[in-house]
């Protein structure tokens, strides 16, 4: 009787530990998977900039937008999209002191945006829902084995839901058998505030890209203002399903015109503007990170090999390098 007792009081300290809700923000970054294995001289630059979270998003692939059969976990991959490779980068970082957001994505050849994935008929569609459900449900049972505290069910699918939304009411409740930490989606900026199940969610996940200037180098006051109609509807989706916003990405260009569309991320653009980075990167922290319905979010993207990422010449949207770096250490260090 003993023995089965200190086992229910461990599961139920595990289950507490992963769904209370928290006190603090969920200061994040999205850690790109790469060939390698990581090791803790990779993590240090993230603690460095005071983040508490990371966001480890292993890739299933798929042939094209009516291609429902997902292909993931190969050795074609690299080492951290792989079962492997994101039990051991979890590993890492955990013992690290960081908390983890695991986040399956698609990615469909030739980069084509998945908020179009659409089946052509019924046999399709019933194909995807079985291959999409075997992929994250391996993924969720994963996270429950490493204890990881958020599981992001789908990045960016609307067509996938707008015209499926029973198979994602009953693949939730799958994922709630099978992982019992705090669950989120990662809408798109122009789809949250459509997406239907919310309410059987922890966060509304939202990949805020979303347009807050049309200058070539904003300034942080002009970025505040172009936020505020976002801000509002956002604090009303938030009081409506009575779930807090969580930013599952963030983060802006080193380019000109970089908060007209942050979405943006082909390489025909070639102009550099960290000014414009910096600028827009502080405007959206003075914005969101004092409210209190607001939970935190990652910025888009850390690589692992920090000193040979980023820098004077790359005009992505990681901050690693840039000056835009002290403006997330600075905001990540208040709380």
């Known amino acids: ?70 292909i993931y976990n190969t050795n074609k991959q690299w080492f951290g999209e792989t079962t492997e490779g994101v039990s051991q980068y979890i590993n890492v970082l955990q013992k690290s002191g960081l908390q983890v957001m695991l986040k399956p994505q698609i990615w469909v050849w030739h980069g084509e945006f998945t908020g179009h994935i659409k089946m052509p008929n019924e046999v399709a569609w019933l194909e995807l829902e079985q291959t999409y459900s ?9 996270a429950q084995e490493k204890q990881v505290a958020l599981f992001c069910i789908g990045t960016e699918l609307e067509q996938f839901i707008v015209h499926r939304p029973e198979f994602w009411q009953e693949l939730i409740k799958n994922i709630r058998a099978v992982y019992s930490g705090e ?66 990405e963030f983060g802006y260009r080193s380019t000109d015109y970089t908060g007209k569309e942050p979405w943006v991320s082909d390489y025909k653009i070639t102009a550099l503007n960290f000014e414009g980075q910096t600028n827009a990167t502080q405007a959206l922290f003075e914005t969101f990170w004092k409210e209190p319905w607001f939970a935190g979010g990652f910025v888009w993207k850390w690589f692992h090999n920090h000193a040979e990422s980023g820098g004077k010449k790359d005009n992505q949207f990681t901050p690693q390098n840039k000056p835009v770096e002290a403006v997330i250490r600075n905001y990540y260090k208040r709380q």
């Open 1 to 70: 009787m003993t023995k089965y007792l200190t086992w229910f009081l461990v599961f139920m300290f595990f289950s507490c530990s992963m769904t209370t809700k928290k006190d603090y923000k969920i200061n994040g970054v999205s850690f790109v998977a790469s060939r390698d294995q990581i090791s803790k001289e990779n993590v240090q630059p993230v603690l460095n900039v005071h983040a508490n979270y990371t966001a480890i998003m292993p890739f299933g692939f798929i042939k094209n937008l009516e291609h429902p059969e997902i």
């Open 134 to 142: 075997q992929f994250i449900l391996d993924f969720a049972k994963l």
């Open 183 to 248: 669950l989120t989606y990662a809408a798109n900026w122009d789809e949250y505030k459509r997406t239907p199940f919310w309410n059987d969610l922890d966060y509304i996940g939202v990949d805020a890209y979303f347009p807050v200037s049309d200058k070539i180098t904003p300034r942080v006051e002009d970025a505040i203002t172009g936020w505020q109609a976002h801000k509002i509807e956002m604090k009303t989706v938030s009081e409506t399903f009575k779930k807090p916003i969580l930013f599952t």
